[in-house]
């Protein structure tokens, strides 16, 4: 039987400090079994590139809802007129400029980790497998304020669909309608969740 526990603090001169712990405890409570378990907190602070880059553009097929051409999910012509588009546009080039980069406003992200799994060596009375082992780990993690560039096409509908500023203010149009760039600025997301289960099968054949 092992536990351990750690305790992480930084301090940086842009942002906040920061203190993560862990804890973990490892039992064997036979010889061919092993379990574990984990918590832990974490974080990231963004890097020279996250924070500062000049920045870069692509083309990123987008399609807009406000375009005679496109049927939408959901009606929205008041809100493209509000938008100022004109009655009657038409998306000529579903190719739009994608401007990305660094964003010196950018916070560190915080993670929470947790991890269950065990390790089983089967034991096995002779024959033609000498060994078989089986390990499954289960893992829960939640990222908040993820560092990750939005999505081009989520930011347009977004504007379109709600007209907030948050969405809207990334979206460039000239008064024919064509948008002619979308800012795509690395930002700190809602977060990121996720979960699963890795199984590892060990197998041995006698010689």
Request: charged share 15%; glycine share 8%; proline share 7%.
């Amino acid at each position: 039987l092992n536990f351990s526990a750690a305790v992480r603090y930084s301090d940086s001169s842009l942002f906040a400090s920061e203190t993560g712990s862990k804890l973990a405890l490892n039992w064997g409570p036979t010889d061919n079994l092993m379990v574990r378990a984990s918590i832990s907190e974490g974080f990231r602070a963004p890097n020279i590139g996250e924070l500062f880059n000049l920045g870069s553009r692509f083309d990123s097929s987008i399609s807009d809802e406000c375009s005679v051409t496109t049927t939408p999910s959901v009606p929205v012509p008041a809100n493209c007129a509000a938008l100022g588009v004109p009655p009657g546009y038409a998306q000529l080039n579903p190719q739009v400029s994608v401007d990305t980069g660094g964003n010196p406003n950018l916070v560190p992200e915080t993670a929470d980790t947790m991890t269950v799994g065990f390790t089983w060596d089967v034991p096995l009375n002779g024959g033609s497998i000498d060994r078989f082992l089986v390990e499954a780990n289960y893992y829960d993690i939640d990222i908040t304020g993820a560092i990750q560039a939005p999505d081009a096409q989520d930011l347009l509908d977004a504007c379109i669909q709600t007209l907030d500023p948050l969405f809207c203010d990334s979206i460039n149009r000239i008064p024919s309608g064509t948008i002619t760039s979308i800012a795509g600025v690395l930002n700190n997301i809602g977060g990121i969740e996720t979960t699963g289960v890795d199984v590892n099968l060990d197998l041995s054949l006698a010689e």
